[in-house]
């Protein structure tokens, strides 16, 4: 049996969605779900505030999220609060955190169920440039992953959303000349010089910098976990010490409970925004550009190796990476006419070792 609301005005959208409108004289004109079933609970809910001049969003908000959206802070709430979430790396929560957050106070009041795909993109239209569109989506991506996980949501709104990404330089790789610049004006002895040979000598990301100490240091080696994806794909790394790391470290002693090679002017370890500060003052002193930037080490010390001769997969032993692809990006800035030359080389002589044993001796008669 159908039976037919009162004041209620339907019709199909240009997106080919189907809208209602609660039409009813001494009454403010109201949009009803879009898209919705008019036999569900959250329809009927708003139908109902409206019959009764109450706010449509408020009272939707207020269904239990038993297999219906709820409202969107309350599915964030919990989203914030799964285990979920709390699975990625602190660096990458802290990231995110803020942005779940925003929408949380524009729109939390509103049923999860509004944030269709349509939503999703005309939000990420006034989200400025691409980049900060990919940071956005990446952010709410997991959310509506779990929201379909919990049925709070039927389907993942962004998941057809897919935003590519600009194939760039990346971060500046710092040349031999930067370096020897830093060098110079930094001695051993500095903090900054400490930071200097830890993410160069070993090729490491800021955040494996500013967290290694003694308790990583065994038989010569440098053994740790990467923070990067700690949580869901671990990759350890054990590399020998650089004999300029180990100079920089002997140099710039730490307190003997502390646990990082690396300490602030108070003995604590830096924070990663507190390190960018002081790193940035350090090559500021140095009279360095601001394209050098503590990533850029990283890549400066995988270029060392890559003109140095090692293989793909003896630089990806030591930064840790895992796909060739990655590599290739942080190699990119290496001596290509040396290795070039390098290549010829091995040619030459391999050409000239099987021409050499080609050479058939003759025997010489006796006279």
Request: charged letters at 25%.
């Amino acid at each position: 049996m159908q039976v037919r609301l009162k004041f209620i005005n339907t019709w199909t959208d240009h997106l080919g969605r189907q809208r209602y409108r609660f039409r009813r004289r001494g009454f403010p004109r109201v949009e009803l779900p879009v898209g919705a079933d008019p036999n569900s609970p959250e329809f009927m809910t708003a139908y109902s505030a409206a019959l009764k001049g109450e706010k449509v969003g408020d009272a939707v908000a207020k269904i239990p999220a038993n297999g219906k959206s709820g409202a969107v802070a309350t599915a964030i709430t919990e989203f914030l609060s799964s285990a979920t979430f709390k699975t990625d790396a602190e660096s990458t929560q802290a990231l995110r955190r803020p942005k779940l957050m925003s929408v949380s106070r524009l729109v939390g009041h509103l049923p999860l169920a509004k944030m269709d795909e349509t939503w999703i993109r005309r939000w990420l239209e006034q989200s400025g440039s691409l980049g900060a569109k990919r940071t956005w989506l990446l952010a709410v991506k997991p959310f509506f992953r779990w929201a379909v996980e919990q049925k709070l949501l039927a389907a993942d709104p962004t998941e057809a959303i897919k935003l590519k990404a600009t194939e760039g330089p990346g971060h500046h790789t710092w040349t031999d000349e930067e370096i020897e610049q830093f060098r110079a004006h930094h001695p051993l002895g500095t903090r900054a010089r400490l930071a200097l040979e830890l993410l160069l000598g070993v090729a490491l990301r800021r955040g494996d910098g500013i967290s290694l100490g003694r308790q990583h240091l065994k038989n010569g080696s440098l053994i740790y976990t990467q923070q990067k994806n700690r949580k869901r794909k671990p990759v350890t790394v054990e590399v020998p010490m650089p004999p300029e790391l180990a100079a920089a470290i002997t140099a710039c002693p730490t307190p003997t409970d502390s646990l990082t090679f690396l300490v602030n002017e108070r003995g604590r370890p830096y924070s990663e925004k507190n390190f960018n500060d002081h790193f940035r003052a350090w090559c500021d002193e140095a009279g360095l550009p601001a394209h050098c930037v503590p990533h850029g080490l990283r890549k400066g010390g995988s270029r060392l190796m890559g003109d140095a001769g090692c293989t793909v997969h003896e630089i990806m032993a030591v930064t840790g990476h895992t796909t060739l692809k990655e590599v290739a990006r942080y190699t990119a800035a290496y001596d290509r006419k040396q290795a070039a030359k390098r290549a010829q080389a091995k040619v030459t002589s391999a050409t000239k070792g099987v021409a050499e044993s080609n050479v058939v001796m003759l025997p010489i008669a006796n006279r």
